[in-house]
């Protein structure tokens, strides 16, 4: 007869204890089989972070002839420029630009979009480097200043606006670590910013989560993506910490698009005023944008069709004129409506 508590000969106890051991045994092989599995992910990405890390930029200090040289004045020249973003492509985005901007001017470039206007323009920070002919900043070739000292002499901002988690203060004093509270204020009131900024409980100490956000100071926890904050009232800030910094080039890439008109104007006003001798390069889709520059040039696939004063395009510049009959007519259904 079986003893009682066994079964097919096997005590209870031995069964458990068997089952058990089975058990670890299959967990360790599984664990076992998963690092193997996650060595070899770990291996791949490794190989692609040192890949990453061993790229070298396409842009660099390299050839520079003079790298200790500065921007003093914001003289700009586009000498038979040329520029396609694949090197093997046939298709240029820059064909054989030839433009002068004078120092302390304002020029405005009005376009359709994707004609080339952002990418000419980020020619001059060497944000791309051009495939034929120069781009000269105070009559030196951008390739024979250093990065730092180019790029400290051009501030430039875009319609797409980053702000970083910290206070408005903070965000501001990226574009100049050193400036004062007064300095600080100074920019602000030219970007029309400050009355805004002034209407939040801390003020400049008002805290911005990333992308733009801000809690007011009655909650610890911080927003994102901004909905505390206008598109408007982010593109004022960004405008503001670049006045900080007191380039001598001012790019502005469509960065007033989330700004009402009359705002707009109030900037305009203060460029001409605290940014008199800064090159400005106002890039715009509005003509009340680009209307009062003392220069307008006009895009089209990657060529200049057109340049000089708002009346000099209204004369000459059929595509110009186009552009001006399309916002009167979209101006006109808009009061109707």
Request: aromatic residues 6%; charged residues 25%.
């Amino acid at each position: 007869m079986r003893e009682a508590g066994t079964v097919g000969g096997m005590q209870v106890g031995d069964l458990s204890s068997f089952v058990t051991y089975v058990t670890q045994i299959l967990s360790s092989l599984m664990m076992v089989t998963m690092m193997f599995m996650m060595s070899s992910r770990a291996m791949a990405s490794a190989r692609r972070i040192s890949e990453v890390l061993d790229e070298l930029p396409d842009i660099s200090d390299e050839g520079a002839s003079q790298p200790e040289l500065r921007v003093e004045h914001g003289d700009v020249e586009f000498r038979d420029v040329s520029f396609r973003y694949y090197k093997g492509s046939s298709a240029e985005v820059l064909s054989h630009i030839n433009l002068h901007i004078k120092a302390g001017s304002t020029v405005g470039i009005i376009g359709s979009t994707g004609c080339g206007k952002t990418t000419l323009v980020s020619l001059i920070p060497r944000l791309y480097d051009t495939d034929s002919g120069e781009v000269l900043v105070d009559g030196v070739n951008v390739r024979d200043y250093s990065l730092y000292h180019l790029r400290e002499g051009v501030g430039m901002v875009l319609q797409k606006n980053v702000l970083f988690s910290g206070t408005i203060a903070e965000n501001l004093r990226w574009g100049n670590a050193d400036a004062s509270d007064e300095e600080m204020l100074e920019a602000s009131r030219a970007a029309e910013a400050d009355k805004f900024v002034s209407s939040f409980p801390e003020g400049y100490e008002t805290v911005l989560g990333q992308g733009g956000a801000n809690v007011y100071g009655y909650d610890t926890h911080i927003e994102q993506g901004g909905s505390n904050v206008s598109g408007g009232q982010k593109q004022r800030l960004c405008i503001a910490r670049a006045l900080l910094k007191k380039p001598k080039v001012l790019i502005l890439d469509d960065s007033t698009s989330a700004v009402d008109t009359a705002t707009e104007a109030r900037i305009r006003e203060a460029f001409a005023t605290s940014l008199a001798g800064t090159t400005k390069i106002i890039i715009a889709q509005r003509i009340s944008s680009v209307r009062e520059c003392d220069n307008i040039i006009v895009f089209g696939d990657g060529e200049i069709v057109g340049e000089g004063t708002h009346d000099e395009l209204m004369s000459s510049c059929e595509d110009y004129r186009d552009i001006v009959r399309s916002q009167s007519g979209s101006a006109e259904k808009e009061a109707r409506a």
